[in-house]
Protein backbone atom coordinates (compact mmCIF):
# COMPACT_ATOMS: atom_id res chain seq x y z
CA UNK A 1 0.00 0.00 0.00
CA UNK A 2 2.91 2.09 0.64
CA UNK A 3 3.97 2.70 -3.18
CA UNK A 4 0.35 3.81 -4.28
CA UNK A 5 0.11 6.43 -1.87
CA UNK A 6 3.98 7.26 -2.83
CA UNK A 7 3.02 7.60 -6.25
CA UNK A 8 0.16 9.26 -6.07
CA UNK A 9 2.31 12.16 -3.77
CA UNK A 10 4.76 12.39 -6.36
CA UNK A 11 2.01 12.96 -9.27
CA UNK A 12 0.33 15.87 -7.16
CA UNK A 13 4.20 17.15 -6.81
CA UNK A 14 4.82 17.37 -10.48
CA UNK A 15 0.72 18.66 -11.63
CA UNK A 16 2.11 21.50 -9.08
CA UNK A 17 5.41 22.45 -10.14
CA UNK A 18 3.80 22.50 -13.79
CA UNK A 19 0.90 24.81 -12.33
CA UNK A 20 3.60 27.15 -10.54
CA UNK A 21 3.47 30.97 -11.89
CA UNK A 22 6.98 32.00 -13.11
CA UNK A 23 8.96 33.70 -10.41
CA UNK A 24 10.25 37.63 -11.01
CA UNK A 25 13.95 38.55 -10.75
CA UNK A 26 16.00 41.22 -10.87
CA UNK A 27 18.20 41.75 -13.98
CA UNK A 28 21.96 43.07 -12.45
CA UNK A 29 22.82 46.52 -13.94
CA UNK A 30 19.59 47.24 -15.36
CA UNK A 31 19.91 51.07 -14.62
CA UNK A 32 23.86 51.40 -15.15
CA UNK A 33 24.50 54.70 -16.10
CA UNK A 34 21.13 56.37 -15.30
CA UNK A 35 20.35 58.96 -13.66
CA UNK A 36 17.09 58.09 -11.55
CA UNK A 37 14.50 60.53 -9.49
CA UNK A 38 17.04 61.56 -7.01
CA UNK A 39 20.54 62.22 -9.43
CA UNK A 40 22.01 59.45 -8.52
CA UNK A 41 23.79 57.68 -11.19
CA UNK A 42 25.34 53.96 -11.10
CA UNK A 43 28.52 53.23 -12.71
CA UNK A 44 31.30 50.63 -12.68
CA UNK A 45 34.81 51.18 -11.59
CA UNK A 46 37.12 51.72 -14.52
CA UNK A 47 39.21 48.17 -15.22
CA UNK A 48 42.33 50.31 -15.24
CA UNK A 49 41.55 52.34 -12.02
CA UNK A 50 43.85 51.40 -8.72
CA UNK A 51 42.36 50.12 -5.59
CA UNK A 52 40.88 49.40 -2.89
CA UNK A 53 39.72 52.66 -2.22
CA UNK A 54 40.43 54.45 0.99
CA UNK A 55 37.58 56.67 1.76
CA UNK A 56 34.42 57.47 1.21
CA UNK A 57 33.45 60.81 -0.09
CA UNK A 58 35.61 61.18 -3.33
CA UNK A 59 34.92 62.32 -6.80
CA UNK A 60 34.54 60.49 -9.32
CA UNK A 61 34.76 61.32 -13.03
CA UNK A 62 34.20 59.24 -16.39
CA UNK A 63 36.57 56.47 -17.32
CA UNK A 64 37.26 55.18 -20.55
CA UNK A 65 34.00 54.61 -21.82
CA UNK A 66 30.69 55.79 -20.62
CA UNK A 67 29.46 53.21 -18.46
CA UNK A 68 32.69 53.65 -16.21
CA UNK A 69 34.18 55.87 -13.89
CA UNK A 70 37.28 56.50 -11.91
CA UNK A 71 38.44 58.97 -9.11
CA UNK A 72 38.54 62.67 -10.26
CA UNK A 73 42.02 63.46 -11.12
CA UNK A 74 40.72 67.18 -12.75
CA UNK A 75 41.72 66.78 -16.03
CA UNK A 76 37.88 65.87 -16.96
CA UNK A 77 34.49 67.21 -15.40
CA UNK A 78 33.87 66.06 -12.02
CA UNK A 79 30.71 63.96 -11.95
CA UNK A 80 30.16 63.79 -7.89
CA UNK A 81 30.73 62.13 -4.86
CA UNK A 82 29.60 58.30 -3.95
CA UNK A 83 29.35 57.07 -0.38
CA UNK A 84 30.52 54.04 -1.71
CA UNK A 85 33.98 52.96 -0.98
CA UNK A 86 34.86 50.51 -4.04
CA UNK A 87 37.05 47.75 -3.05
CA UNK A 88 37.98 46.29 -6.71
CA UNK A 89 37.70 47.22 -10.56
CA UNK A 90 34.47 46.18 -11.36
CA UNK A 91 32.64 47.39 -8.29
CA UNK A 92 29.52 49.23 -8.78
CA UNK A 93 29.45 52.63 -7.56
CA UNK A 94 26.22 55.19 -6.72
CA UNK A 95 27.84 58.77 -7.32
CA UNK A 96 25.54 61.41 -6.44
CA UNK A 97 25.97 63.86 -9.25
CA UNK A 98 26.79 67.37 -8.44
CA UNK A 99 23.85 69.72 -9.67
CA UNK A 100 21.24 67.53 -9.76
CA UNK A 101 20.28 67.40 -6.04
CA UNK A 102 19.31 69.65 -3.26
CA UNK A 103 21.18 69.59 0.11
CA UNK A 104 25.04 70.06 1.27
CA UNK A 105 27.31 67.17 0.12
CA UNK A 106 30.52 65.41 1.71
CA UNK A 107 34.16 65.62 0.60
CA UNK A 108 37.80 64.35 1.57
CA UNK A 109 39.57 67.40 2.14
CA UNK A 110 42.89 67.29 0.46
CA UNK A 111 44.39 70.27 2.33
CA UNK A 112 42.50 73.01 4.51
CA UNK A 113 39.48 74.47 3.18
CA UNK A 114 38.54 78.03 4.50
CA UNK A 115 34.60 78.62 5.00
CA UNK A 116 32.68 80.09 2.09
CA UNK A 117 35.68 79.38 -0.07
CA UNK A 118 35.58 77.92 -3.30
CA UNK A 119 36.08 74.48 -3.32
CA UNK A 120 38.14 72.85 -6.38
CA UNK A 121 38.51 69.08 -7.48
CA UNK A 122 42.33 68.02 -6.54
CA UNK A 123 44.42 67.56 -9.36
CA UNK A 124 46.20 64.70 -8.05
CA UNK A 125 43.62 61.59 -9.37
CA UNK A 126 43.17 61.37 -5.42
CA UNK A 127 39.33 62.38 -6.05
CA UNK A 128 39.56 65.08 -2.79
CA UNK A 129 38.49 68.68 -2.68
CA UNK A 130 40.91 71.32 -1.78
CA UNK A 131 40.35 75.23 -1.18
CA UNK A 132 40.72 76.88 -4.51
CA UNK A 133 42.18 80.41 -2.96
CA UNK A 134 45.05 77.64 -1.75
CA UNK A 135 46.12 76.41 -5.03
CA UNK A 136 48.76 77.46 -7.20
CA UNK A 137 48.32 78.64 -10.99
CA UNK A 138 46.67 76.00 -13.03
CA UNK A 139 43.07 75.01 -14.34
CA UNK A 140 40.92 73.62 -11.54
CA UNK A 141 36.67 72.08 -11.87
CA UNK A 142 35.31 74.21 -9.01
CA UNK A 143 32.35 71.45 -7.38
CA UNK A 144 30.97 74.01 -4.70
CA UNK A 145 31.86 76.57 -1.75
CA UNK A 146 32.74 75.28 1.28
CA UNK A 147 30.33 75.54 4.91
CA UNK A 148 32.93 74.73 7.19
CA UNK A 149 36.29 75.41 7.88
CA UNK A 150 38.18 71.90 7.62
CA UNK A 151 41.92 70.79 8.42
CA UNK A 152 43.92 69.31 6.65
CA UNK A 153 43.96 66.19 8.26
CA UNK A 154 39.79 65.93 8.60
CA UNK A 155 37.94 62.74 6.84
CA UNK A 156 35.48 64.75 6.31
CA UNK A 157 34.19 68.53 4.73
CA UNK A 158 30.59 69.98 4.02
CA UNK A 159 30.36 72.10 1.04
CA UNK A 160 27.26 73.50 -1.02
CA UNK A 161 27.47 71.99 -4.43
CA UNK A 162 27.23 73.44 -8.11
CA UNK A 163 27.22 71.82 -11.32
CA UNK A 164 31.33 72.05 -12.03
CA UNK A 165 32.79 74.39 -13.85
CA UNK A 166 36.16 75.05 -14.64
CA UNK A 167 38.46 78.03 -14.17
CA UNK A 168 42.00 79.50 -14.39
CA UNK A 169 43.75 80.59 -11.58
CA UNK A 170 46.72 82.90 -12.52
CA UNK A 171 48.91 85.11 -9.71
CA UNK A 172 48.79 82.16 -7.33
CA UNK A 173 45.16 82.22 -6.46
CA UNK A 174 44.93 86.06 -6.17
CA UNK A 175 42.87 86.00 -9.82
CA UNK A 176 40.62 83.80 -11.44
CA UNK A 177 39.25 83.54 -15.32
CA UNK A 178 36.35 81.72 -15.99
CA UNK A 179 36.86 79.32 -18.54
CA UNK A 180 33.71 78.45 -20.13
CA UNK A 181 31.84 77.51 -23.16
CA UNK A 182 33.42 78.42 -26.55
CA UNK A 183 36.75 79.41 -24.67
Not at 33 to 58: Q, W
Not at 130 to 156: H, K, M, P, S, Y
Request: hydrophobic share 40%; with cysteine.
Amino acid sequence: MKSPKLLIVALLAAIANCWRRPRKFALPNAGLGLINEHGIESLIIDPGATFPVANRYLLYERGTALQYCELAAGTKPPLGPSSDSPYQAGDIVMIRRLGCRPGLELGVPGGAITIDHLVACNTDGSGKIVDLTAQGNGTFWVVGRAVQTCAATDIECAYAPCTPYEITVSNGGGTYAYAGAGT
